[in-house]
C-alpha cells in the first residue's frame, strides 16, 4: 500500500527566509510524487510532480522538490519565502492510473 | 494549461434536500474523475472514482445511494447529495485526469464546493 507523511503541520518562516517542507513516502513499487498547494477555499493547483524523470524537480513559483529514493523522501523547497506563499501544501504520491493518496497538509506562514 | 471548472463554488441548502455539484474539463477530455471531500484543516479523502460510460468506483464507507455520481461524457461528472444532512457539510472538490496522460496520473483540480446544510 501507498502512504504519505508530511512531517509538520506547520511551517512558519520570514520574508526571504529558506522553505523546507517535508514529505516522506512509502510505496512499493516506483511512484510518482507531486506537490499541490490550496489557498483558502480553493482547489488545489499542482506545483510540480515527479514522474521517473530527473530527480530534481522544478516547478511553479520557485520552488522545486527533489527524488531521493534511498531516504523515501520528496521534500519541497524554495530559495526565498514570499508572503503570497502562505497557504496549505499537499504531498501526494500514485502509480500509475490510479487515484492520488494524500498526505494530512502543511500549512506555511509567512511573516515580514 | 488544463482547467477544471466545478460549479457551484458555494451552496447553502435545507436538510433533505438534494444538491447537484458539476465537474467539467473544459480543455480536455476526461475519461476518469475524482471526488474528494475535505473537512475543516484536514486532508482530502476521496470518495469515488468516476469513469465515463460506467458505474463509478466508491471507496470503502462512502454511501453509493447517498453519493450519486454520473460520468455521462468526457467533459462532465456531476455528484448528487441526496436527502442532504447537516452532516454532509463540507468542501467538495473534484478532479480530472487527462484521458491523453493517464500513465502520468496528473490531475487537474476544480475550485471546490462549500456545501452547507441547515
Known amino acids: 500500500a501507498q502512504s504519505v507523511t508530511q512531517l509538520g503541520s506547520h511551517v512558519s518562516v520570514s520574508e526571504g527566509a529558506l522553505v523546507l517542507l517535508r514529505c516522506n513516502y512509502s510505496s512499493s513499487v516506483p511512484p510518482y510524487l507531486f506537490w499541490y498547494v490550496q489557498y483558502p477555499n480553493q482547489g488545489l493547483q499542482l506545483l510540480l510532480k515527479y514522474t521517473s524523470a530527473a530527480t530534481l524537480v522544478k516547478g511553479i513559483n520557485g520552488f522545486e522538490a527533489e527524488f531521493k529514493k534511498s531516504e523515501t523522501s520528496f521534500h519541497l523547497t524554495k530559495p526565498s519565502a514570499h508572503m503570497s506563499d502562505a497557504a496549505e501544501y499537499f504531498c501526494a504520491v500514485s502509480r500509475a492510473g490510479t487515484a492520488l493518496i494524500f498526505g494530512k497538509g502543511t500549512t506555511l506562514s509567512v511573516s515580514s | 494549461g488544463a482547467v477544471v471548472s466545478q460549479h457551484p463554488s458555494r451552496v447553502i441548502c435545507k436538510s433533505g434536500t438534494s444538491v447537484k455539484i458539476e465537474c467539467r474539463s473544459l480543455d480536455f477530455q476526461a475519461t476518469t474523475m475524482f471526488w474528494y471531500r475535505q473537512f475543516p484543516k484536514q486532508s482530502l479523502m476521496l470518495m469515488a472514482t468516476?469513469?465515463?460510460?460506467?458505474?463509478?468506483?466508491?471507496e470503502q464507507g462512502v454511501e453509493k445511494d447517498k453519493f450519486l455520481i454520473n460520468h455521462a461524457s468526457l467533459t462532465l461528472s456531476t455528484l448528487t447529495v441526496t436527502s442532504a444532512h447537516p452532516e454532509d457539510s463540507s468542501f467538495y472538490i473534484c478532479?480530472?485526469?487527462?484521458?491523453?496522460?493517464?500513465?502520468?496520473?496528473?490531475?487537474?483540480f476544480g475550485a471546490g464546493t462549500r456545501l452547507s446544510v441547515l
Open positions: 468516476s469513469n465515463e460510460g460506467s458505474k463509478a468506483t466508491y
Open positions: 478532479s480530472a485526469r487527462d484521458a491523453m496522460d493517464r500513465a502520468k496520473n496528473i490531475q487537474y
